[in-house]
């Protein structure tokens, strides 16, 4: 088999499959010892300016290059990798002269042959192109160990999840009560079809469904008479009335979008009313479900009103068209109220706060074929209530503990359902990995053992709860925790919870500062958040990898490089890690597999190499 001591190859990688798998298994037994593989992977700015299908699916770059080096790793774990963000369809492959390989498959091999063509007009030799035959694409048999049957695809994958709930169907219930409808918030960009989506909807269940226009209540909201026109009058004077007496939009835009503070000014002032609106007629409405069309739903902070939120998304070359040819404007200033938009609410960033996403990129009958999923999808859930979840699950489910914790305390069923949807939405971020709801029930198990050496049991389950409902990778783990205590306060004070909301809050606060203490609850707490460090070795390596996603932010060098130092310092270099004598059995098991890390990305960092990509312009990791 040929071999290459500077190898590379590049790809998308987004949802590693067993093709990947294969690929890049095969790329790193084809690098020769003393050697180095470099992997290109596509930068995010590079598939936005692509504008592909569903890229807002696409997972973040940081992510992507993670799971290629660690799928390389499993069988070649001191291999020198090089994780780089690919600006172009080339990469390092022609910006260094000494690379003297590239893998490929056959369905991208005539991207290799374009590469070398580069390389030949800059004086380079050319690189060996290895071809991997991946699931038969030349007409030959597939390898054994992956069949025709398994072939996958990233853009299958992705296609497979628009119109369904995309954090699955686990742990999710109606949040607003029995007797109001179930209410779906429609959202999306500039011309991306919410009212295509709204309408559709309507009219192919009109007995089960009304639709509530945000855009016209905004419209009425101006009217004069009401307090919402005089407010607006007094803010931004006599001049923005017109001869007719009513609101002069074309004399008030001006005023609004010169600053941002006036803008602000005018929502503070309308969003509210417009809230207001759709509440009153919510209480109101006959109907089953309620389709609240609404593109300001998650820039105004309405999700609470909607129990999920449908986000609407196209290309960004579908949508300048629509906008140009609904609006009658030129592309320039369709690209300005475009950009103006995603200024102030990212696609990406509505996204991740969506349930559900409808691609409105197709026909009209392609679209109607996705809602009938959804809608088939979602009449199962919407009449899901907490309690019926709750026992479902049965006792030990986190829906039973919840409700029982709520229950004891007096908490109302509509605000244990309301907040119930916050911690699940929280844990089930899709930039999450580790800190989720399975986690969180592990920990709950290991509680169960010891709640009778609690003093405030009540307060550590709520603690438990609430320790990780705020999560910023890029924050500190003292500051993340300041930040959940916070959350546990704001649930305490908005539901009437006392002293044992002030007793969880502190022992969130305090989890992260190593203290002295080895009985108590703080003691206790302590060691159940650290329960996961002792599990079965190849649960805690599926830990590790999901807390290295949690910090795609960091570069791969700095993982290696920072965290031996980081989980010695917790760690292995104190006399315990578990504290209480509870708990004390697992401290064999979580010392080898920490230890076991720490050996393992020492080593890793010791792998050695001639050199590293050429051109730093191909070496920028966002991970």
């Known amino acids: 088999m040929a071999s290459g001591l500077r190898v590379c190859m590049g790809g998308t990688f987004d949802r590693l499959h067993r093709g ?7 790329a790193a037994s084809m690098v020769a010892p003393g050697g180095h593989l470099t992997i290109g992977v596509t930068g995010d700015e590079y598939l936005r300016a692509k504008d592909k299908a569903l890229s807002i699916m696409i997972e973040p770059l940081g992510e992507r290059m993670i799971r290629a080096v660690h799928c390389v790793r499993q069988t070649r ?43 030949k007009t800059k004086g380079f030799a050319p690189m060996a192109i290895e071809t991997i035959d991946l699931v038969g694409e030349s007409g030959r048999a597939p390898p054994a160990a992956i069949s025709v049957h398994q072939k996958l695809s990233s853009s299958k994958a992705r296609a497979a999840e628009v119109g369904a709930l995309l954090d699955g169907d686990h742990l999710f219930c109606r949040q607003s009560p029995q007797a109001r409808p179930y209410a779906i918030g429609v959202t999306g960009g500039i011309a991306a079809g919410k009212s295509l989506v709204a309408k559709m909807l309507s009219e192919m269940h009109p007995a089960d469904i009304e639709v509530i226009d ?19 009058v007094s803010e931004f004077g006599d001049g923005i ?32 009313v417009i809230q207001q609106m759709v509440s009153d007629q919510l209480l109101v409405s006959a109907a089953k479900v309620c389709v609240v069309e609404a593109a300001i739903l998650l820039q105004a902070g309405w999700e609470p009103m909607v129990d999920e939120v449908w986000l609407v998304a196209v290309q960004r070359k579908v949508a300048l068209d629509r906008l140009m040819h609904r609006n009658k404007i030129d592309e320039a200033t369709a690209r300005q109220k475009i950009d103006a938009q995603q200024r102030a609410m990212p696609l990406i960033e509505s996204y991740n706060k969506s349930h559900v996403l409808i691609a ?18 979602l009449i199962q859930r919407c009449d899901r209530t907490l309690p019926e979840l709750a026992a479902a699950g049965g006792s030990s489910s986190l829906p039973a503990r919840w409700t029982a914790l709520c229950e004891a305390h007096g908490v109302a069923p509509a605000a244990q359902a309301a907040w119930w949807r916050k911690l699940r939405d929280r844990h089930c971020h899709r930039r999450r990995h580790l800190r989720t709801l399975h986690r969180l029930a592990d920990m709950f198990r290991h509680l169960d053992g010891c709640s009778a050496k609690l003093a405030a049991p009540l307060s550590v389950t709520l603690a438990l709860f609430f320790h990780t409902a705020a999560f910023d990778p890029a924050k500190s783990v003292a500051q993340n925790a300041e930040d959940s205590a916070a959350l546990a306060r704001q649930f305490c004070s908005e539901c009437g919870v006392g002293a044992d909301g002030d007793v969880a809050a502190t022992l969130i606060e305090q989890a992260p500062h190593p203290g002295n203490s080895t009985e108590g609850d703080l003691a206790h707490f302590r060691d159940v958040l650290n329960t996961p460090l002792a599990a079965e070795s190849e649960s805690y390596m599926a830990a590790t990898l999901a807390t290295h996603l949690e910090s795609h932010h960091i570069s791969d060098a700095e993982w290696r490089s920072t965290r031996p130092a980081l989980l010695d310092h917790l760690y292995l270099s104190r006399p315990r890690v578990f504290v209480t004598d509870h708990f004390s059995p697992l401290e064999k098991a979580a010392r080898r597999n920490i230890a076991a890390e720490v050996d393992e990305l020492r080593a890793m960092c010791g792998a050695s190499f001639d050199g590293s990509p050429k051109d730093p312009t191909h070496s920028r990791s966002s991970y």
């Not at 001869?243 to 006036?262: K, Y």
């Not at 409105?360 to 999808?377: A, C, I, M, R, Y």
């Open 20 to 26: 990947h798998e294969l690929l890049l298994g095969k």
């Open 77 to 119: 774990p001191h291999l020198a990798v090089f994780p780089v963000e690919l600006v172009d369809p080339y990469g390092p492959s022609i910006t260094d002269p000494e690379m003297d390989m590239i893998i490929v498959s056959e369905e991208t091999k005539s991207g290799g042959v374009a590469c070398n063509d580069i390389r």
């Open 214 to 232: 945000c855009d016209k209540l905004g419209h009425s909201a101006y009217l004069s008479g009401t307090a919402c026109f005089d407010r607006l």
């Open 241 to 272: 009335v017109g001869a007719d007496g009513e609101v002069d939009r074309r004399a008030l835009g001006p005023i609004v979008f010169a600053s941002p503070d006036r803008l602000e000014a005018l929502n503070s002032i309308v969003w509210p």
């Open 360 to 377: 409105n990129d197709g026909t009209v009958e392609q679209v109607k074929t996705v809602l009938e999923k959804s809608w088939g999808q």
